[in-house]
């Protein structure tokens, strides 16, 4: 069994940056991909970035990318979202989650059932 929290949401202006971490313990983190979703008041719950268990391999939905980055530190077992040039529409609970799979399709790292864990959220606002 997994265990993940995300910690570094907050409240932040337009256009400026917040680093979110995600820390996982209970299980080999190396073995892992990693995910970041996002779920906005009255929204599903949406993709936003995967790497793989290597580092090697990112993935990221459209409406971040070039904004946001994710990276990750296996001697730490973290998770690192690093998100630039917020803005309003990027509100929402940020959660972390684990898939024990290497998908090649990259499509598969963009749903929710492809994950086995997940962390409990941190909340990001951007205020305009």
């Known amino acids: 069994q997994v265990q993940l929290v995300e910690s570094g949401g907050g409240l932040v202006q337009a256009g400026g940056s917040l680093r979110l971490s995600c820390a996982a313990s209970g299980g080999t983190f190396s073995r892992y991909g990693m995910g970041w979703f996002r779920q906005a008041p009255g929204k599903e719950r949406e993709f936003v970035a995967v790497i793989s268990w290597s580092g090697g391999r990112t993935y990221y939905a459209d409406s971040v990318k070039g904004r946001f980055t994710t990276s990750r530190d296996n001697a730490k077992n973290s998770v690192y979202l690093q998100m630039n040039t917020l803005n309003p529409e990027d509100t929402a609970v940020y959660y972390c989650?684990?898939?024990?799979?290497?998908?090649?399709?990259?499509?598969?790292?963009?749903?929710?059932?492809?994950?086995?864990?997940w962390g409990q959220g941190t909340q990001v606002t951007v205020s305009s």
């Open positions: 989650a684990a898939t024990r799979n290497s998908y090649s399709n990259r499509n598969s790292y963009y749903k929710r059932n492809s994950y086995d864990y």
